[in-house]
């Protein structure tokens, strides 16, 4: 079935390990985007991406990595995981020909950096 | 000041209930809006788009207003299973600069 899926969808790590957070999206969606949201707050965007090839930074893309060598994936690498990285993170894609698209979201990667 | 604003609640009514949430942006540039439904410990998902004329989903009209930069969502007839957090999305002119509302959380009672 189409659709977008993360992988791991819970991972506990330690301080200081390098951490990669995977999404696959069988739409061909043209942006795919990186979000973190944090117990009993919003959303907060993290990186996206128009195509592949290009990314850009969201609001908080500090200590975070991202890549999209092909159009259906979307790495988010933390390079070195910090306890204020624990939060749940939602990879999203959206088709977004103009302003008005749906943009669609995986189920979650639930991180706990210890 | 947020570029996206809701009133956090809770929102506690009890079913068969009318309630109604707003959302203030402060980009007048925005082009597109949006009302998302997130269940606990789920992904956002869509509910509808907000038109500027407004629009009517069944129970569930969405109302957009320029002049003031706020857009609203009415729930008639609450129902149990409306028991969730209700995100705005507010999107300018690019796609990748869509912005989250913090959510307002409803919980509907028997």
């Known amino acids: 079935d189409a659709g977008i899926t993360q992988s791991p969808r819970y991972k506990i790590t330690e301080t200081g390990r390098q951490v990669t957070l995977m999404c696959h999206q069988t739409?061909?969606?043209?942006?795919m985007f990186w979000y973190r949201q944090d117990l009993g707050h919003g959303l907060r965007l993290i990186y996206y991406?128009?195509?592949?090839?290009?990314?850009d930074k969201g609001e908080v893309p500090d200590g975070y990595v991202v890549s999209r060598s092909k159009t259906e994936n979307f790495p988010l690498t933390l390079e070195s995981a910090t306890r204020s990285q624990t939060s749940v993170y939602f990879c999203?894609?959206?088709?977004?020909?103009?302003?008005?698209?749906?943009?669609?979201f995986g189920e979650g990667s639930w991180l706990t950096v210890v | 000041r947020k570029e996206v604003e809701q009133d956090p609640g809770p929102f506690n009514v009890p079913e068969g209930a009318t309630v109604a949430f707003n959302c203030t942006y402060s980009?007048?540039?925005?082009?597109?809006f949006f009302w998302y439904r997130q269940d606990c410990r789920k992904e956002p998902k869509l509910l509808m788009s907000v038109y500027s004329s407004g629009n009517e989903d069944g129970r569930f009209t969405a109302q957009l207003n320029r002049a003031s930069q706020y857009i609203s969502l009415l729930i008639r007839d609450s129902k149990l299973s409306d028991s969730a957090t209700y995100l705005c999305?507010?999107?300018?002119?690019?796609?990748?600069?869509?912005?989250f509302g913090d959510g307002t959380t409803l919980t509907v009672k028997p």
């Open positions: 999203a894609s959206s088709e977004a020909r103009d302003a008005g698209n749906t943009i669609y």
């Open positions: 991406s128009a195509a592949a090839d290009i990314t």
């Open positions: 739409w061909s969606h043209s942006y």
């Open positions: 980009n007048s540039a925005s082009q597109s």
């Open positions: 999305v507010v999107t300018p002119t690019n796609a990748g600069k869509s912005t």
